[in-house]
């Protein structure tokens, strides 16, 4: 079984920065493509970011273009979401997925979330 464990939220000022990271954890299973999601009270969820197996390719959604940056460290296990001119309207529980090949199975994994909230 595979775990994601996301960290680095919390409250921040607006025009202030956050690094969020998730660390993939388990035994025998490798790891395709990562993705950032976040959700706010009362709306749908969103796609922030997704990075390839690789790192060499990255998609933003439009509202955090140029504000946030995806990676990831393969030899960790580890994908970030880099996260600078933070708004209030970035206020979101934010979660992390991944495509892990488990088994010779493809699976989809979630984080538990963390919560990000950028306010004076």
């Known amino acids: 079984q595979v775990q994601l464990v996301e960290s680095g939220g919390g409250l921040v000022q607006p025009g202030g920065s956050l690094r969020l990271s998730c660390a993939a954890s388990?035994?025998?299973?490798?790891?395709?493509?990562m993705r950032w999601y976040r959700q706010a009270p009362g709306k749908q969820r969103e796609l922030v970011a997704v990075?390839?197996?690789?790192?060499?390719?990255?998609n933003y959604a439009d509202s955090v273009k140029g504000r946030f940056t995806i990676s990831r460290d393969n030899a960790k296990n580890t994908v970030y979401l880099q996260m600078n001119s933070l708004k209030p309207e970035d206020t979101a529980v934010y979660r992390c997925n991944a495509d892990i090949l488990e088994s010779r199975s493809w699976l989809y994994y979630w984080g538990q979330g963390t919560q990000v909230t950028v306010s004076s």
């Open positions: 388990g035994s025998s299973f490798s790891i395709g493509a």
């Open positions: 990075i390839n197996n690789s790192g060499g390719s990255t």
